[in-house]
């Protein structure tokens, strides 16, 4: 149950924007992590979620769009990545949960172990406001979304998004590297549309997986800026 001050807070975010995040201040891999939520009871349960990631909770605005990492090295742009969140692709047999449970044995084997979509009621919300139940059987070739989160390790699809990235969002993340004084960062883009000007940016993270975004040089960049003296011109 919230307190008065916190559903004042919550309610307060939900009539201004619609959709809100709610998100523990400290944690990775989406742990705790609870998006587009419209309802308050979904705000209650997900600040209960978040709460037993940190005792501090951070709520923003839910964006739609290309949810896109980018790495700045050394306060200059280095390659980006779009993170889709986890997704079943319907036979008209298998119902939700068997298919969540398939892909996951995929998953499992594709990356020891690193990446599951979890079962968990979050996923259920997801599946939930889609119009389907866990023993729901999807449609053949229907596409359905299970995550909100688009993390790797909650059974994201990573692709290279390095050369969809403008001169302007290459600066910008530049820039925010700069403000923030952190020299290797990766951040957190929401991007509408790669051809216009559009973004938030959600999240910085100093300690972010470089090996993800291969083949783009980001091992051989980071070297570099830990060893300038041995850096090819």
Excluded at 87 to 92: A, K, Q, T
Aim: proline share 5%; aromatic share 8%; charged share 25%.
């Amino acid at each position: 149950m919230l307190d008065k001050r916190d559903q004042d807070k919550v309610y307060g975010c939900l009539k201004v924007w619609g959709s809100i995040v709610i998100k523990p201040s400290q944690g990775e891999q989406g742990k705790g992590i609870t998006a587009d939520i419209d309802t308050r009871e979904e705000a209650a349960e997900a600040i209960i979620q978040a709460r037993s990631f940190s005792s501090d909770v951070i709520i923003e605005e839910y964006v739609r769009g290309h949810d896109v990492r980018m790495i700045v090295i050394d306060h200059r742009f280095v390659a980006a990545i779009e993170r889709i969140p986890a997704f079943i692709i319907g036979d008209g047999k298998l119902a939700v949960g068997e298919l969540i449970e398939m892909k996951n044995r995929e998953l499992y084997q594709k990356s020891q172990g690193e990446s599951q979509i979890p079962t968990h009621s979050e996923t259920i919300r997801v599946i939930n406001k889609e119009g389907y139940h866990w023993d729901s059987v999807l449609e053949k070739n229907k596409r359905l979304q299970v995550c909100k989160t688009a993390n790797y390790h909650t059974g994201g699809t990573i692709l290279d998004a390095t050369p969809l990235i403008s001169p302007f969002f290459r600066g910008i993340a530049e820039q925010a590297s700069k403000i923030l004084d952190i020299p290797v960062v990766g951040l957190d883009f929401i991007i509408p549309d790669y051809r216009n000007n559009q973004y938030v940016i959600i999240e910085a993270n100093e300690r972010p997986g470089l090996a993800n975004h291969e083949p783009q040089p980001t091992a051989e960049r980071f070297i570099d800026f830990l060893f300038p003296s041995t850096k090819n011109e």
